[in-house]
Structure formats: structure tokens, C-alpha cells
């Protein structure tokens, strides 16, 4: 029998500036400019027969406050470890900020409303 398999998510936003290098709209990205970001962090599996949880939603709401306190009001051209301030690389910082958890995140999501876009990464469980 297949044990049944969760998927728990919280979001949150930040509100920061960036700029960046790019092929189109050069001009306006280089410019510092600013964006409300929305992230969500998704962690899957079994529900610990204990606790009835995947995680404990206070613990993990908790871990993206403290991540949430590195992004928010800053500039993402400044934040150590975060690389080029794309989507694809602020997923990837969220992911590996709370890589240590139990069980990790299964899925990050950022994007910018005011804009449409979005970007997902899907996480492999962990063996």
C-alpha cells in the first residue's frame, strides 16, 4: 500500500530593489528599480503519525520570517549568496536558506503579481 503523501505550504513577501543586466529593456534594468516579490515554500511527505503533521507550519513560518528579514527593504544586488537577482536565483537562495529542514522544501515559487511573472522550482526528495 502507497502511504499517503502531503504537500503543506506558507507564503510570504518582501519588498526590494534590484538592478540587472539584460539583452532587452537595458535601460530600465539597469536603473535600480523595485518590486513586491511573493515567495511560497512547499514541503511534502508522509504525515508523522505523532504529531499528524509534514511539519510544523509555526516552525517553518519561523524560518521564512528570519529569510524573509535578509530580502525585505534591501537591495538584492547586495545580498550575499544570492548571485544575479532573477527569479531563478532567488528560488534557489529560498531553497538551499532552509535546505537543513526536516523533510526539506519540495517546491520554492517566487513571483511578481503586478507583472505575471513566476518562476518554480521543483526540489527532488532527499534519499
Known sequence: MNPRRFTVSQ??????AHTLERAIETEASRR???????????VSGPRDVRTGMVVD???LRRRLDA?????DHHLLDEVP???APTLE???VFIADALADMEPAPSRVRVWREALGDECVL????RA
Do not use: M
Open 32 to 42: 535600480i528599480h523595485g518590486h513586491t516579490y511573493r515567495a511560497e515554500v512547499a
Open 57 to 59: 507550519l509555526g516552525l
Open 11 to 16: 507564503r510570504f513577501f518582501f519588498d526590494a
Open 81 to 83: 549568496g544570492l548571485g
Open 122 to 125: 521543483e526540489l527532488a526528495p
Open 89 to 91: 536565483n532567488l528560488c
Open 67 to 71: 529569510l524573509r528579514e535578509r530580502l
